[in-house]
C-alpha cells in the first residue's frame, strides 16, 4: 500500500460531504418509505420494531469491531464494501417490489445485508477525519459540525422531496430512488476517500480492544458521556424509527406528515450546527449534554399532549435543536481521546456501546405499542429522556465540562 502522500487540500473532505450528501438523501426517504411499506406489509407495529432490531443489531458488534476489521482490510477497502452492500440490497428490494416479490422476510433480510457492515464502514471514515480535516486545514470540530450540517442539510431536503413524491409517485419509482443514490454514493466514496497505508500490526487485535477500552473506562467524562448516548439513542431511535411512524400510520396520517416532522427536526438541527461550525469552538459538555436532552424530553411531551401537524412540525424543530449539538460534540471528544494508532478502537468501541440498546428499545416500542397505545408510549420515552439530562447534571461536573 502506498502512504497517504496528498497535497493539502480540501478535495478529499469535499469530495466526502459530496457523497454524504447523496447517502443521507437517500436516508431521508428511505425513513419515511420504508417504515410505511413494513406496516402495509404486515399491519402491525411489532414488526416495525423487528425490522428496526435486524438493522440495529448488526451495527453494534460492526462498530465494536470495526476499528479491528478497518484497520486490517484497510480504511478505503472497508469503505467500499459498506457502501456496496448498501448498493446491492437497495437494488434488490427495488427489483422484489417492481415483480411483486417483496414479502416481509425479503425486507429483513435485505435490511440485514445492507446493515451488516455499516459499522466497520462509518468507523473507517470516522477514525480518519483528523487527517482529512488536516488536509483542508480545517479545526477539526469545525470539521466534524460540517459534516453533520451537510448531513442535516440534505435531512432538510429528503423528507421534503420525500413527501412530495408519496403524494405523486409509485412506490418502486421511490425505491429505484433510493437505489440510484446508493450508487451515487459508492461512486462518490471510490473517488473521494483517500488510501491510507495499513498499519504495521504490533499487538494483537484483543490487545489493542483493550487498550481502547482502558482509554474509555479511565475516563469519567467519557463513560458518562456514553452512558448518556447510550440511553438517549436507544429512546430516540425507537421513537423517531418505530413509534412515530407507527402511530401516525394507525391514525390515519399520510407520510407526508411524517416527513414533515423530518424536515422541521433537521431545519432545527442545521441551524445548531451552522452557529457550531462558523464559532469553531469546543463547548462544556456538560451544557450541552443536559441541555439537548431537556429539549428533547420536552419535544417528546408535545407529542403526548398533541398530534396534530403543527404540534409535529414544533416538535420535530424542538427535537433537532436539542439533538444537534450532540454528535459533533460527541464525535470530537472520541477523537480527541485517544492516539491515532488506537482512535479507530475506540469510536467503534464507543459506537457500539452506545448503539447496545437501540435494537432492544425498538423491539419493546413496537410491542409497547400494540399492548399499550400511543400516550403510555411516548411518556416513557419522555421520562427516560427526562433522566439523561439529570445524570448529566448530577455527574458530569464543572471540571469535566471542558
Known amino acids: 500500500m502506498n502512504t497517504l502522500r496528498l497535497a493539502r487540500t480540501r478535495a478529499p473532505?469535499?469530495?466526502?460531504?459530496?457523497?454524504?450528501?447523496?447517502?443521507?438523501?437517500?436516508?431521508?426517504i428511505t425513513a419515511i418509505v420504508y417504515p410505511w411499506l413494513v406496516y402495509d406489509l404486515t399491519g402491525s407495529a411489532s414488526w416495525m420494531g423487528i425490522v428496526a432490531f435486524v438493522t440495529l443489531a448488526p451495527a453494534i458488534l460492526g462498530s465494536a469491531f470495526g476499528g479491528p476489521v478497518a484497520e486490517r482490510l484497510g480504511i478505503r477497502q472497508t469503505a467500499m464494501i459498506a457502501v456496496g452492500l448498501g448498493c446491492a440490497a437497495s437494488i434488490a428490494a427495488a427489483?422484489?417490489?417492481s415483480f411483486g416479490m417483496l414479502t416481509i422476510g425479503a425486507l429483513v433480510a435485505l435490511a440485514?445485508?445492507?446493515?451488516?457492515?455499516?459499522?466497520?464502514?462509518?468507523?473507517?471514515i470516522e477514525s480518519r477525519v483528523p487527517e482529512i480535516a488536516r488536509l483542508a486545514r480545517m479545526p477539526l470540530l469545525r470539521a466534524n459540525a460540517i459534516d453533520d450540517l451537510v448531513d442535516n442539510g440534505a435531512a432538510i431536503v429528503g423528507p421534503a422531496i420525500a413527501?412530495?413524491?408519496?403524494?405523486?409517485?409509485?412506490?418502486?419509482?421511490?425505491?429505484?430512488?433510493?437505489?440510484?443514490?446508493?450508487?451515487?454514493?459508492?461512486?462518490?466514496?471510490?473517488?473521494?476517500?483517500?488510501?491510507?497505508?495499513?498499519?504495521q500490526m504490533s499487538s494483537t487485535a484483543s490487545t489493542e480492544l483493550a487498550g481502547a477500552m482502558r482509554i474509555i473506562f479511565g475516563s469519567l467524562r467519557l463513560r458518562t458521556a456514553l452512558l448518556l448516548a447510550s440511553l438517549g439513542t436507544g429512546t430516540f431511535v425507537a421513537l423517531e424509527n418505530v413509534a412515530l411512524p407507527a402511530i401516525l400510520r394507525a391514525e390515519g396520517q399520510s407520510a407526508s406528515t411524517l416527513g414533515l416532522y423530518l424536515?422541521?427536526?433537521?431545519?432545527?438541527?442545521?441551524?445548531?450546527?451552522?452557529?457550531?461550525?462558523?464559532?469553531?469552538?469546543?463547548?462544556?459538555?456538560?451544557?450541552?449534554?443536559?441541555?439537548?436532552?431537556v429539549?428533547?424530553?420536552?419535544?417528546?411531551?408535545?407529542?403526548?399532549?398533541?398530534?396534530?401537524?403543527?404540534?409535529?412540525?414544533?416538535?420535530?424543530?424542538?427535537?433537532?435543536?436539542?439533538?444537534?449539538?450532540?454528535?459533533?460534540?460527541?464525535?470530537?471528544?472520541l477523537q480527541t481521546s485517544a492516539p491515532k494508532n488506537l482512535r479507530a478502537h475506540v469510536?467503534?468501541?464507543?459506537?457500539?456501546?452506545?448503539?447496545?440498546?437501540?435494537?432492544?428499545a425498538a423491539l419493546v416500542v413496537g410491542a409497547a405499542l400494540d399492548l399499550f397505545g400511543p400516550t403510555a408510549v411516548l411518556s416513557a420515552c419522555a421520562a427516560m429522556l427526562a433522566a439523561c439530562a439529570v445524570i448529566g447534571a448530577l455527574v458530569l461536573g464543572p471540571d469535566e465540562a471542558e
Open 347 to 360: 469510536i467503534g468501541a464507543s459506537i457500539g456501546m452506545i448503539l447496545v440498546t437501540a435494537p432492544l
Open 112 to 124: 440485514l445485508l445492507g446493515a451488516i457492515f455499516d459499522g466497520p464502514g462509518s468507523v473507517a
Open 163 to 199: 413527501a412530495l413524491l408519496v403524494a405523486i409517485v409509485e412506490t418502486s419509482t421511490l425505491l429505484w430512488i433510493i437505489a440510484a443514490l446508493n450508487i451515487v454514493t459508492a461512486l462518490m466514496t471510490a473517488l473521494s476517500l483517500p488510501q491510507f497505508r495499513l498499519r
Open 95 to 97: 427489483l422484489l417490489y
Open 13 to 28: 473532505f469535499a469530495g466526502l460531504q459530496l457523497a454524504s450528501i447523496f447517502f443521507s438523501l437517500g436516508n431521508a
Open 263 to 293: 424536515t422541521a427536526a433537521a431545519a432545527g438541527a442545521i441551524a445548531v450546527n451552522l452557529a457550531m461550525a462558523v464559532i469553531g469552538g469546543r463547548p462544556a459538555l456538560r451544557s450541552i449534554f443536559v441541555a439537548a436532552f
Open 295 to 333: 429539549g428533547l424530553a420536552a419535544g417528546v411531551i408535545m407529542l403526548v399532549i398533541d398530534r396534530s401537524v403543527p404540534t409535529l412540525i414544533a416538535s420535530g424543530a424542538v427535537l433537532g435543536i436539542a439533538a444537534g449539538p450532540l454528535s459533533p460534540v460527541f464525535t470530537t471528544l
